[in-house]
Each structure stands twice: as C-alpha cells, then as structure tokens.
C-alpha cells in the first residue's frame, strides 16, 4: 500500500506561512528545488487543499515559459501538470489540469486510493494536513526547517487533541542551511 506523505516547509518556530500569507522567507535554491521534484516525480499523486491547488495552478501550468524560470522549475512544471491531482474543496467548482475535485476526506476513500496507487501520494495544504492529520492519515511527515524564526505566522500543526507518535527516519541539511526532517508515524 502507498503511503500519504506530508512534505512541508516550515521556519524553526513551527510556522508555514508569515504574516498575511507571506513565502518569501522559504529558502528555495535549485538544490533544494531539485530535491522536491525527485520526490514528488516518484508520487502516484498530489492530494491537496483548494488553497494550495489554486497558489499552483496559477503559476506551475505555465511556469515552464517563463525566461526567468530555472531548470528545476521547468521540470516541476511538467510534473505538476503531468500528475493526478485531487483537490478537497466545498467550493470550487471546476478544476483543469488532470484534477479531480471532492468535496469531504472520507478515510475510507483515501485508504482506497493509497491501496490502489503504485507508489506514494503527497499532502499538500496545511488545512488539508490538519484534518488528515486528526484522522491518523499521514504516514510520513517531511519537514523542511527553513533557517528563520518568523516569529508568527500560521503554525504548520494547530493546537489539537490528537497525539501523534512518528520515528525519526532521515535527516539531511541542505547548503542553504535548510534542514529536512523525515519522520515515519509509529
């Protein structure tokens, strides 16, 4: 059976996204980026939120024209297009680029899809994460530690009652300081 995996960036105090919605802050070099795509050119298929899918698909269609657009961006652009997606909305009602829209994460389907994909499938969306996450989806959390303290932001892991036990897997430090952190849930 595939496994659902949650790769994310996030700064050292646990934020994914700055005030009013700021990125700026990733440090996405070609190494970095380079590492994503041969991650996720392995994956079955992308699972994620309505704000995610929308954030790349008014970009990553046509990213590969763009002059200013790096080797590793103009094969994540083939990669984002090329692969199944699956994006859990209430409200969006169409969607292009080999995309299926659901409306609620439904366990049963989701395992039915792991079961039925030859390898991986990667969460993307931190709300999407969230509710995966409470439903004791994710098996396998990758997180990128940007060399930053924001300070505040939206936190990556929201206050909860649900425990989580993961193992840690592998880590690797990338040259511009970032750090990934695999863990395996238990």
Same mark, same amino acid.
């Given at each position: 059976m595939s496994q659902l995996v949650l790769m994310m960036s996030v700064s050292l105090d646990g934020y994914f996204e700055g005030p009013d919605g700021d990125l700026g802050w990733?440090?996405?070099?070609?190494?970095?980026?380079e590492h994503f795509n041969h991650r996720l050119e392995a994956m079955s298929g992308f699972l994620d939120g309505r704000v995610t899918y929308q954030l790349m698909a008014d970009y990553?269609?046509?990213?590969?024209?763009?002059?200013?657009?790096?080797?590793?961006?103009?094969?994540?652009? #083939?990669?984002?297009?090329?692969?199944?997606?699956?994006?859990f909305s209430r409200t969006l009602t169409h969607a292009d680029w080999n995309t299926t829209i659901v409306r609620t994460v439904d366990p049963h389907?989701?395992?039915?899809?792991? @079961? @039925?994909?030859?390898?991986?499938?990667?969460?993307?969306?931190?709300?999407?994460a969230t509710e995966m996450r409470r439903l004791d989806l994710i098996d396998e959390y990758s997180l990128y530690v940007h060399p930053v303290i924001l300070g505040h932001g939206r936190p990556l892991f929201p206050p909860s009652d649900t425990r989580t036990d993961v193992v840690l897997a592998e880590t690797h430090t990338f040259e511009s300081g970032v750090t990934?952190? #695999?863990?395996? #849930? #238990?």
């Open positions: 990733q440090l996405v070099d070609d190494q970095l980026h990553w269609p046509t990213a590969d024209r763009d002059p200013a657009a790096t080797p590793p961006m103009v094969e994540f652009s #083939r990669i984002w297009r090329d692969m199944p997606k699956t994006v389907a989701i395992n039915a899809l792991k @079961a @039925a994909s030859a390898t991986d499938l990667a969460v993307g969306g931190a709300v999407l990934m952190l #695999r863990y395996l #849930r #238990r």
